[in-house]
């Protein structure tokens, strides 16, 4: 599976983006695909993943502010990234999982400023 992620910019603290993956194929086929974040200095961390039942996770520390969703004409996933927080800061990397294994896209910076 290849993975197309797109999306990430700069905001302003409070602001919004929604980041954008396009899968090589019918996502239907993906068991789970969503997205982790990577902050300076940091490991890897799972933000939110989205199954192809619809069955949703959020971490934490994004619950209420973040909103997975699946647009499968598009093959594609959306983050919608609301009340954007400094320590939100990070590349964020879009991954599948199938049987086949996990799969991963390039990264997409979303920079939030104070």
């Known amino acids: 599976v290849q993975l197309q992620a797109s999306g990430g910019g700069l905001v302003q603290a409070g602001g919004s983006l929604r980041l954008s993956c396009a899968a090589s194929e019918s996502i239907s086929s993906i068991h789970i695909m969503g997205w982790y974040r990577q902050a300076p200095g940091k490991e890897r961390e799972p933000v939110a993943t989205?199954?192809?039942?619809?069955?949703?996770y959020y971490s934490n520390s994004v619950e209420g502010r973040f909103t997975i969703s699946r647009e499968i004409a598009k093959n594609t996933i959306h983050l919608q990234m609301n009340s954007l927080e400094r320590e939100d800061t990070a590349v964020y990397y879009c991954y599948s999982w199938k049987p086949s294994g996990t799969y991963w896209g390039q990264g997409t910076l979303v920079t939030v400023s104070s």
């Open positions: 989205i199954s192809n039942i619809g069955s949703t």
